[in-house]
């Protein structure tokens, strides 16, 4: 855990805050010393983890709304400027994910995939990108998967807003690269959070039991991830110890796709 006040004085943004990653990296900033604007739509677990943030004496304030939506995007930044005077770091986190075979998928389940995991990430980074040119630069990090690269059955829709990300990451960096701006996608292996365990709910206790192993096989380090270290890989490309990195995905995945062994 990096412990190290590496972002005093810096004003961050984070998505879906509310649970799993985008808590982890909530606390892991404001652990940094940033002032946390904690974003999701879910807001009895957003306020825990505000108050999680408090209690352990750092500063952060929830943000309530649908990052899909531009209005309430435009209102959560505007929201981080009137509190602490600005932004300098986004990490567009919220996703949501569906195992289901194209062939069987509706439209409606199509587009909000599309929405929340791609378009929300383009929506929050356009949005942002104003108010960290006010600040001299900054960082914008989104929170894609190892599934951008590598292929599951019933993850077509996913995989391809989280390649969108990726290629998004890669061109936006050229874009902003001269107002002093770092854009990069952290791509997560399997983590514990509650996404995996709604994963997990669909299962009978012995397939749930293979599942865990053949994840925790299907990486070099034998064991299942935590929010902690995605937020601290959140913190370094926040920080100026990454001021040469843009415009790339930083693989986070205990080794999955060294393995490739799923
Ligand atoms: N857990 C993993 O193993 C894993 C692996 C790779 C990538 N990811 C990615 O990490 C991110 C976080 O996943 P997680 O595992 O923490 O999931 P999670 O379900 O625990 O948390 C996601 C949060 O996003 C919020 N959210 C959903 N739609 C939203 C919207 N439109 N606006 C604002 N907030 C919204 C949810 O309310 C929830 O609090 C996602 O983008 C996911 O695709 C997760």
Redesign the pocket.
């Known amino acids: 855990m990096i412990e190290k006040k590496m972002l005093t004085g810096k004003v961050a943004m984070v998505?879906?805050a509310?649970?799993?990653?985008?808590r982890g990296s909530a606390i892991a900033l404001a652990k940094a010393g940033a002032s946390v604007v904690c974003?999701?739509?879910?807001k009895d677990?957003l306020a825990k983890t505000v108050e999680l943030i408090s209690t352990n004496g750092g500063i952060a304030v929830p943000a309530l709304?649908?990052?899909?939506k531009t209005n309430e995007v435009t209102r959560i930044i505007s929201s981080a400027k009137k509190r602490y005077g600005g932004l300098d770091i986004v990490h567009a986190?919220?996703?949501?994910?569906r195992y289901e075979n194209l062939e069987v998928m509706k439209d409606v389940d199509i587009n909000r995939l599309i929405e929340?995991?791609l378009i929300?990430v383009l929506i929050c980074f356009r949005e942002a990108i104003p108010f960290l040119k006010e600040r001299g630069g900054g960082s914008l990090i989104a929170?894609?998967?190892?599934?951008a690269t590598h292929s599951l059955p019933g993850c077509v829709v996913?995989a391809a807003a989280?390649a969108g990300v990726n290629a998004a990451v890669r061109t936006l960096a050229l874009e902003v690269g001269k107002d002093n701006i770092r854009v990069a996608s952290i791509?997560?292996?399997?983590?514990d959070?509650?996404?995996?365990t709604?994963d997990l709910e669909d299962m009978d206790v012995e397939s749930s039991k293979d599942f865990l192993q053949k994840v925790k096989n299907a990486n070099a380090l034998g064991r299942i991830g935590t929010?902690e270290e995605i937020g601290d890989a959140v913190v370094w490309l926040a920080s100026d110890m990454a001021s040469y990195v843009t415009g790339t995905d930083i693989v986070v995945d205990g080794g999955f796709t060294a393995v490739k062994n799923f």
């Open positions: 998505t879906g509310a649970s799993g990653l985008g974003n999701d739509i879910n677990e709304g649908d990052i899909s986190n919220a996703g949501i994910e929340v995991d929300g929170t894609s998967s190892v599934q996913y989280k791509s997560p292996g399997t983590i959070t509650p996404m995996l709604r929010s």
